[in-house]
């Protein structure tokens, strides 16, 4: 593994950790200078390359949820309780103004459960985007790395069968082989 291969590693576990999704914008553009710099012949080369992009593919699929939403946007806040204390300017009331210990706990759980929720979408919407990027660039690396040779297909789908990613994407990564 060479050192691009280990700070994009080091990055996408950190990702997965931290769920930031800057982690995972560096690593993009940490593999997209990388195959700037893979000359058209070097076979060595565009397959490490793709296999670096197939590995980079993998942390999406298991971070992307498929069943997420993007119409199903977050809302700051929680509704305040029936008995509640000081109000900000934000609508949001201090939960150390609620009198009551079980309705301020009530409270101060809704309130984390709508951040959490804020962060999750952000997170599922920036990687969704990521995606789309990435997948432009592999489109045009294949393009312009690979022709329709059998060798070149066979190369191809070695590295998809030995890639962990889903079968929705391999067949993606498959409509911009050259034919």
Same mark, same amino acid.
């Given at each position: 593994?060479?050192?691009?291969?280990? %700070?994009?590693? /080091?990055?996408?576990?950190?990702?997965?950790?931290?769920?930031?999704?800057?982690?995972?914008?560096?690593? +993009?553009?940490?593999?997209?200078?990388?195959?700037?710099?893979?000359? *058209?012949?070097?076979? &060595?080369?565009?397959?490490?390359?793709?296999?670096?992009?197939?590995?980079? @593919?993998?942390?999406?699929?298991? $971070?992307?949820?498929?069943?997420? $939403?993007?119409?199903?946007?977050?809302? %700051?806040?929680?509704?305040?309780? #029936? =008995?509640?204390?000081?109000?900000?300017?934000?609508?949001?009331?201090?939960?150390? &103004? *609620?009198? !009551?210990?079980?309705?301020?706990?009530?409270?101060?759980?809704?309130?984390?459960? =709508?951040?959490?929720?804020?962060?999750?979408?952000?997170?599922? @919407?920036?990687?969704?985007?990521?995606?789309?990027?990435?997948?432009?660039?592999?489109?045009? @690396? +294949?393009?312009? #790395?690979? =022709?329709?040779?059998? &060798? !070149?297909?066979?190369?191809? /789908?070695?590295?998809?069968?030995?890639?962990?990613? $889903?079968?929705?994407?391999? %067949?993606?990564?498959?409509?911009? @082989?050259? %034919?």
């Amino acid at each position: 593994m060479d050192l691009i291969d280990e %700070k994009v590693a /080091e990055k996408l576990v950190a990702f997965e950790i931290e769920q930031d999704p800057a982690l995972v914008h560096e690593s +993009l553009d940490m593999i997209e200078a990388a195959e700037r710099d893979v000359s *058209i012949g070097d076979i &060595t080369a565009r397959k490490q390359a793709l296999a670096q992009r197939l590995r980079f @593919f993998a942390v999406l699929d298991r $971070n992307i949820d498929p069943m997420w $939403n993007p119409e199903d946007k977050p809302v %700051k806040g929680a509704a305040p309780p #029936r =008995s509640h204390g000081a109000v900000y300017g934000s609508g949001e009331v201090d939960p150390a &103004t *609620i009198a !009551d210990p079980a309705m301020r706990a009530e409270y101060e759980r809704a309130l984390q459960a =709508s951040k959490d929720y804020g962060r999750r979408y952000d997170v599922q @919407f920036q990687l969704r985007r990521i995606d789309e990027r990435a997948m432009r660039f592999v489109e045009r @690396f +294949l393009a312009e #790395r690979y =022709s329709e040779s059998p &060798t !070149d297909r066979q190369e191809l /789908e070695e590295l998809l069968s030995a890639a962990p990613i $889903n079968d929705a994407r391999k %067949k993606q990564l498959r409509s911009f @082989f050259p %034919k």
